[in-house]
């Protein structure tokens, strides 16, 4: 059987980090892309060697299209052809209202999270299509329930960027569904991670706890196991949907 080879945009830390670790107890080679924290990327790739698994960390800023190309031929190189990608990276910044933003921010904001998104779906198609001789495989990318509440006065042009990837969801996955590739997203709710930091609030999950249905934040962990379903035959016949991981939001 062929091997399954999993790339993980910002598969360092957080949700990505908790999908790599999975992934690898399923069986995939895991590609552990990460931007700058070298020191997060290689413990997150040591810990799955030393349970016996194979993984490689690969810096790449997906905000730059030349790194992209480079992260899916180093992927090639020493994992094999992808079979599953997971477009997780994404970043936030300081909570403020729309009418604080500039183009600057907008643009880093939808540079990483869209652009960096669909070039690295692009590299992906490219490879599993079986209308280019590719083996089929899965895409799973991260969304957030923002997409669809707005985060209003915290950060619109990150839900915004969130809708974007929502709309791509839908669209690639019927431009490849007759192609072997399935692709679906994850939208998270409030969930324990560094990423509410880089906003100016790191204990923003507690502080909303008790307004959540479950009155409880995420672990990575639960997103991270929708993500392997979607991505596992389990979900042969589901593609262009989404599954919550919300508590109930
Ligand atoms: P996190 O803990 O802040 O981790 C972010 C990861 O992305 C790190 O591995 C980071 O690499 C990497 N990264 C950031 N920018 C990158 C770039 N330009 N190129 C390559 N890698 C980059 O984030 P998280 O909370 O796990 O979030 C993961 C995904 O879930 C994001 O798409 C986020 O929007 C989404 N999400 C999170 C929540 C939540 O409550 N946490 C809710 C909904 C959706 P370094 O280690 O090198 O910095």
Request: overall charge positive; charged content about 20%.
């Amino acid at each position: 059987m062929m091997e399954k080879v999993i790339v993980i945009t910002g598969g360092s830390r957080g949700i990505g980090a908790a999908t790599a670790y999975l992934a690898a107890e399923r069986g995939y080679a895991v590609g552990v892309n990460y931007r700058h924290n070298h020191g997060a990327a290689n413990a997150v790739v040591e810990k799955i060697r030393q349970q016996g698994g194979r993984a490689v960390a690969i810096a790449a800023d997906i905000a730059i299209e030349a790194d992209i190309i480079t992260l899916f031929e180093t992927v090639d190189k020493q994992l094999g052809t992808v079979t599953a990608l997971v477009n997780n990276a994404g970043i936030l910044e300081a909570q403020m209202r729309v009418e604080n933003l500039n183009a600057a921010r907008l643009n880093r904001i939808f540079t990483t999270n869209i652009t960096g998104a669909f070039l690295c779906a692009r590299e992906a198609v490219k490879r599993m299509s079986t209308k280019h001789g590719g083996p089929g495989g899965a895409i799973v990318n991260v969304s957030s329930i923002a997409a669809r509440l707005g985060a209003a006065g915290e950060y619109v042009d990150y839900a915004a960027a969130k809708g974007a990837i929502d709309t791509m969801t839908v669209g690639l996955a019927k431009e490849v569904a007759a192609e072997g590739i399935r692709v679906n997203a994850v939208r998270p709710g409030f969930i324990y991670t560094d990423i509410h930091a880089d906003g100016g609030e790191p204990n923003r999950v507690d502080r909303v706890k008790k307004g959540l249905p479950m009155k409880r934040g995420g672990e990575a962990m639960e997103v991270a196991k929708a993500i392997l379903w979607l991505l596992s035959d389990e979900a042969s016949y589901t593609t262009g949907t989404f599954i919550e991981v919300a508590g109930g939001r």
